[in-house]
T-cell receptor
Framework: DAKTTQPDSMESTEGETVHLPCSHATISGNEYIYWYRQVPLQGPEYVTHGLQQNTTNSMAFLAIASDRKSSTLILTHVSLRDAAVYHCILIQNQGGSAKLIFGEGTKLTVSS | EAAVTQSPRNKVAVTGGKVTLSCNQTNNHNNMYWYRQDTGHGLRLIHYSYGAGSTEKGDIPDGYKASRPSQENFSLILELATPSQTSVYFC?????????????FGHGTKLSVL
């Protein structure tokens, strides 16, 4: 699976919109972009995923560049509950199992 | 909501002892995973499974064995536990790759090897 690059940390204030970037310059055509987040002492939680088109759900908006070499997770009106480590992961579209490899992710700090 | 249950939640073991960590999922997912996470670091994949009877090595399999006796259960076995295996272990289950690889994680097992 291709590698992703994320900033180590980002800071925000409650109510702001946060843009979390992810670079995946060597992404292949059959790889999906997944985002998970993890708070201390808990397992990771699924946020969203996409292949080529931008996607949105109740948790976040995922913007995918037209060349698919980067993506941005956009969190609107962040609250203290959004403070977590956010992981950007690439998963191949295949019929069997997929090895999800987690990097260090981006630690998002939210202040009041 | 999909459920993944790990047991025990906390475990203290002695060096050289055998440790078995258990994971049960009620999601009917084919794929299951074992990760470990050390303080201040990301998750590292130990073993994973495509289905009952199958186990595959992840990135750091040395010192660990895995067993998938059924669709629902996936165990991680430390035959001879060492202090370097002190960590938090997460089990996860998922659908089947690509567009369907949303993982559901358990709450983790904190293992201390003394």
């Amino acid at each position: 699976d291709a590698k992703t690059t994320q900033p180590d940390s980002m800071e925000s204030t409650e109510g702001e919109t946060v843009h979390l970037p992810c670079s995946h310059a060597t992404i292949s055509g059959n790889e999906y972009i997944y985002w998970y987040r993890q708070v201390p002492l808990q397992g990771p939680e699924y946020v969203t995923h996409g292949l080529q088109q931008n996607t949105t759900n109740s948790m976040a908006f995922l913007a995918i560049a037209s060349d698919r070499k980067s993506s941005t997770l956009i969190l609107t009106h962040v609250s203290l509950r959004d403070a977590a480590v956010y992981h950007c992961i690439l998963i191949q579209n295949q019929g069997g199992s997929a090895k999800l490899i987690f990097g260090e992710g981006t630690k998002l700090t939210v202040s009041s | 909501e999909a459920a993944v249950t790990q047991s025990p939640r906390n475990k203290v073991a002695v060096t050289g002892g055998k440790v078995t960590l258990s994971c049960n999922q009620t999601n009917n997912h084919n794929n299951m995973y074992w990760y470990r996470q050390d303080t201040g670091h990301g998750l590292r994949l130990i073993h994973y499974s495509y289905g009952a009877g199958s186990t595959e090595k992840g990135d750091i399999p040395d010192g660990y064995k895995a067993s998938r006796p059924s669709q629902e259960n996936f165990s991680l076995i430390l035959e001879l536990a060492t202090p370097s295996q002190t960590s938090v272990y997460f089990c996860a289950s998922g659908g089947g790759g690509g567009s369907n690889e949303r993982l559901f994680f358990g709450h983790g097992t904190k293992l201390s090897v003394l």
